[in-house]
């Protein structure tokens, strides 16, 4: 008997504690009171702008203050207490240190804000050049440069060493008349570009991405490989001839000349293998003298 009773007092307590859980309310966790370790930080150098959406945490405050706000096309975005706050033209760094500190002003104590970019805006820019499909591409605020180049199906062949970056264009239409009238406004490698070393260029809505043909050098004369090769700044006598496969066993590494367009003439100038080309040159490689 001792134990059946023992066996139905266990029952009872069971569905008590059981009834007991179904019948409390839910609590949603709240806020973090403390930045969690790692937490990721957001782009240093991209600035925001209309569009962009924006995660926002006020660490140990539940929403409206902690939630996710969209730029409006004014550049601000609405936030409790503060009205309207000013984000288009800041990294999320920035606008963490004034979110903290207009919080900080009669608001909340020691108030500790992250945010980050949850959606970037769509952004065009213009892919010209070298490139097998050049045109419009619309890409995220945070895409690369080799982002861009890769939606204009990469470079061709003729394509030179270099990728330029003009700044200055709008919705209608890119700066073209920029291109080849002035200096880039940003110049990169093409294999820095190809090997990812560039991924902190950034570009902008609006920019031209030119691609230039190669330019040509000539290396003729007694060289193993003789023909055109692409030109690169600084390149010096040697290296032209490192890529014609060097100096035949019937050549000299002395009786070197450049020909070379001047004021519309083209002129032969003697040469030394340290001396530094330009775009068209010509190299000739003379026989050694018996």
Not at 84 to 106: F, P, S
Request: aromatic share 6%.
């Amino acid at each position: 008997m001792a134990p059946l009773l023992f066996a139905c007092l266990l029952v009872l307590n069971a569905a008590s504690a059981f009834a007991q859980a179904v019948a409390a309310p839910s609590v949603s966790p709240p806020a973090p009171a403390t930045p969690p370790p790692g937490q990721p930080q957001a782009s240093s150098d991209y600035l925001v702008g209309p569009q962009d959406l924006l995660n926002i945490i006020v660490y140990g405050e539940p929403a409206p203050l902690t939630g996710r706000f969209r730029i409006d096309n004014d550049g601000t975005f609405p936030y409790q207490y503060l009205d309207r706050v000013k984000a288009e033209g800041l990294t999320a760094a920035q606008i963490e240190e004034a979110l903290e500190k207009a919080l900080g002003d009669g608001y909340l104590r020691n108030p500790q804000v992250s945010v980050e970019v949850a959606e970037y805006r769509s952004q065009n820019v213009y892919v010209q050049g070298m490139v097998r499909s050049p045109g419009k591409y619309p890409l995220p605020g945070n895409a690369s440069l080799m982002d861009a180049i890769f939606l204009a199906g990469s470079t061709l062949p003729e394509a030179g060493n270099w990728v330029e970056i003009y700044h200055g264009g709008t919705a209608a239409g890119p700066a073209t008349s920029s291109v080849g009238t002035r200096a880039a406004d940003v110049r990169v490698r093409l294999t820095d570009v190809q090997s990812g070393k560039a991924q902190t260029v950034r570009i902008k809505d609006g920019d031209t991405i030119f691609v230039p043909k190669a330019e040509r050098i000539y290396v003729t004369g007694e060289v193993r490989a003789p023909g055109a090769y692409a030109y690169d700044d600084d390149m010096t006598i040697f290296t032209a001839i490192s890529l014609a496969g060097g100096v035949t066993a019937k050549g000299s590494n002395t009786r070197i000349t450049i020909t070379r367009l001047v004021n519309g003439r083209r002129r032969e100038i003697d040469a030394r293998q340290e001396d530094t080309l330009k775009p068209g040159d010509q190299v000739t490689v003379k026989p050694r003298r018996l």
